[in-house]
Structure formats: C-alpha cells, structure tokens
C-alpha cells in the first residue's frame, strides 16, 4: 500500500516527504481553508505542493457545482503542474465531468466515496482515483473499514480500460491504515498527526532508551 498525506500544509508535506515514503498528497477545501489562504492564492498553493512533490500525484478539489464548471475548473487545475490530480465529490454532476475529463486525459480522483455503488459508478465513468472515506463513516457508529473491504473487492473485481487506485481517506489511526492495507486499498492518505503516530510505537521507544543507556556505559567502561 502507497502512502499519500492527507493535508494543504507545506510544511508537514515538506517533512513527510523528506522521508523517503511519500507517494501523493491529497487536499479538499477544508484542508486548504486550515492554512489561513485565500481564494487569491489557491492556486499558486497548488503550485507549491505540486511542486515539492514533483512527479507524485497532487489531488486538488473544485469546488465547482455543475458539469461545464467542473470540467472548466478541472482543466485549469490540471494545467496548473503535470502532477496535478482533479478531485471532484461523487454526483451525477460530476460524473459527466469526470467521464469529460479523463477522455481529454485529465486525472480524477473521486471523493465523498461512502459505498461500493458510488465506487463502481465513479471507476466506469473513469476517475482514475476512487476515495471511500473510513473515519466518518466510525463517526457516525457504522463500521467504516468493512465499508472499505466491499469498495475494494467491488471496484477490483472488474477491468476498466485504465488503471482504478483506491484511496482509503478520512484516516485517523494507525489501527486505519492497518485494516486498509489488509482490506487491499491500494493507497492511503494519511493526516500528518496520524502518519507520525504509525511511526512511533512504546516499545520502540523503550528499546532506544535501553541502547542508549546500554551505549552510556559502553563508553564510560
Ligand atoms: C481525502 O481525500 C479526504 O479529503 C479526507 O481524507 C477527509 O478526511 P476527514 O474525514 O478527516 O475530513
């Protein structure tokens, strides 16, 4: 399973990055809005992360309401960095858009993804990205990881003519990105807090005091 960050933030994608395991970033208007910008300077943020992240998948969201402004708005976004990926939330809307843009080569991510129909309607119409969210749907007391084992066995049961990626998104632990992988989501997008946290485990914490101790008198004998 590929990692991607869940955030708008430079400077946690700078660092996530900077690890070596980094395979995309994903962002929505929410992720944007927490990093104080502007409309004015969507855009060119857009140009920061695609940059930092030259060659990895880099999903913006338009927040365009109907198909000719989808499609007008993903085509801007697309020609902001070759690594740009579209995102638009799952409708009938933005399914035309999607099926539009991916004839004219345009990468989409489909997002708001919360059932295996969705998933499947968003793969035929040709987003080359599907993303079932699994924490809101914990949030609101149903199982979200089996949610995401029917998206991943629907979706992968069948042949498209191009390449579907699902995305496990709306992560919150490490114990989500476990069951993701188990349940075979091709990728996860993880927030920064939650991606540290896969990192750090008690036990390793207590065996590198242990070295470091042991290591002490190591140079003191
Ligand atoms: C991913 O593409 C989504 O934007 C994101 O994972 C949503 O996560 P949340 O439920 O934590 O807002």
């Known amino acids: 399973m590929k990692f991607f960050i869940d955030t708008a933030d430079l400077g946690e994608i700078s660092e996530a990055a900077s690890w070596g395991c980094l395979a995309g970033v994903t962002t929505n208007p929410s992720l944007y809005a927490r990093t104080g910008g502007g409309l004015a300077d969507f855009e060119d943020h857009m140009v920061k992360i695609a940059t930092v992240c030259e060659g990895l998948p880099v999903s ?61 309607l968003a793969a035929r119409a040709g987003a080359r990205f599907v993303s079932p969210f699994i924490g809101r749907i914990d949030d609101i007391g149903y199982d979200g990881i089996a949610g995401l084992e029917d998206i991943v066995r629907a979706v992968h049961n069948y042949d498209y003519g191009h390449e579907v990626e699902i995305i496990a998104a709306s992560i919150r632990s490490p114990h989500h990105v476990t069951q993701a992988a188990l349940m075979g989501a091709d ?30 008198e190591v140079k003191n004998a």
């Open 187 to 216: 990728i996860a997008t993880v927030p920064f807090g939650a991606l540290k946290n896969c990192l750090s485990h008690p036990l390793t914490e207590q065996g590198l005091a242990r070295f470091e101790a042991d290591w002490a």
């Open 60 to 120: 913006a969201e338009s927040t365009a309401m109907t198909t000719q402004e989808m499609i007008a708005d993903g085509r801007r976004l697309a020609a902001l960095a070759p690594n740009v990926v579209v995102k638009l939330p799952i409708g009938s809307q933005s399914l035309a858009a999607t099926h539009a843009l991916a004839a004219e080569g345009v990468k989409v991510n489909m997002t708001l993804i919360f059932s295996a129909p969705q998933a499947l």
